[in-house]
Every structure is written in structure tokens, then in C-alpha cells.
């Protein structure tokens, strides 16, 4: 939360600590990801509410042995 505005971090992050800048110029909000500066979108809090991506995503994975997804698999899937 930067100015009492949330973003969103992509998936991998949980636990981490990064570098977070602000670029004044760009009005953004960025991290350092792998040397290259990665910029994060403000939190839309009613599309979040809204979505049924979560549900829809449980119903297409179901758990069986050696389909488990690391935060690593997810993070490459958003950021391809």
C-alpha cells in the first residue's frame, strides 16, 4: 500500500522483501524483479469482489498427484 492506494503484487512475492520504487514522473508504482523494473497495478477491490475466476480456476485443477502448481508456475503463467 503506497499513499493509502493497494496494488497487487504478483503470485511468488508472499514473504519476500522488495525493492519498491516510485517513479514521479510515470505517477507508477514499480519493483525490481530479476534486474528489470516491474510496474504493479492498483488493486481493483469491486472487480475482485465480483470475480469468479478463483472458482472457476478450482473446478478446471482438480488435485491429483503431481498437478500441483508452485507460486513459481503461477508467477510465469501471469507474467509470460
Known sequence: M???IPYEMPLGYRGCKVQVF???LEN???VLHEGKL???NQ???HGNARDRRIKSEAN???MTP???RT???HFDKDHA
Open 2 to 4: 503506497v499513499d493509502d
Open 22 to 24: 516510485r517513479c514521479f
Open 28 to 30: 507508477k508504482i514499480k
Open 38 to 40: 516491474m510496474t504493479l
Open 43 to 45: 488493486v481493483d477491490l
Open 60 to 62: 478446471k485443477e482438480k
Open 66 to 68: 503431481g498437478s500441483v
Open 71 to 73: 507460486a513459481a508456475q
